[in-house]
């Protein structure tokens, strides 16, 4: 069992920049890849970013790349989302999701995943 705790999460105009956090419980953090994910109102949950178990490689939701890293610490048990040059579209719950894996793989589909945070607010004003 993981569990999943978002943070990080605010209103910030547009250009502006913010750092999400995913605090997970556990001691099999490093054994999960990790994703986030977002939902903005009336639409579905898509893939935004996603990392591997070790970090070593990344992969990206074509309209976050080059604005959006994600990254992750093992040994603090977290991934991070920073996100810069944000946009109104950018506006919606930020969701970060852990998948249990022996391998070290990319994981982009929603439906992989089973651990899910409670979600952060992420607004951007115009």
């Known amino acids: 069992q993981v569990q999943l705790v978002e943070s990080g999460g605010g209103l910030v105009q547009a250009g502006g920049s913010l750092r999400l956090s995913c605090a997970a419980s556990?001691?099999?953090?490093?054994?999960?890849?990790m994703g986030w994910f977002r939902q903005a109102p009336g639409k579905e949950r898509e893939f935004v970013a996603a990392?591997?178990?070790?970090?070593?490689?990344?992969y990206y939701a074509d309209f976050v790349k080059g604005r959006f890293t994600i990254s992750r610490d093992n040994a603090k048990n977290t991934v991070y989302l920073k996100m810069n040059s944000l946009k109104p579209e950018d506006t919606a719950v930020y969701y970060c999701?852990?998948?249990?894996?022996?391998?070290?793989?990319?994981?982009?589909?929603?439906?992989?995943?089973?651990?899910w945070g409670q979600g952060t607010q992420v607004t951007v004003s115009s």
């Open positions: 999701a852990a998948h249990s894996t022996a391998y070290y793989i990319i994981v982009t589909q929603l439906e992989k995943y089973s651990y």
């Open positions: 556990g001691r099999t953090f490093s054994s999960n890849a």
């Open positions: 990392i591997t178990r070790s970090g070593g490689s990344t």
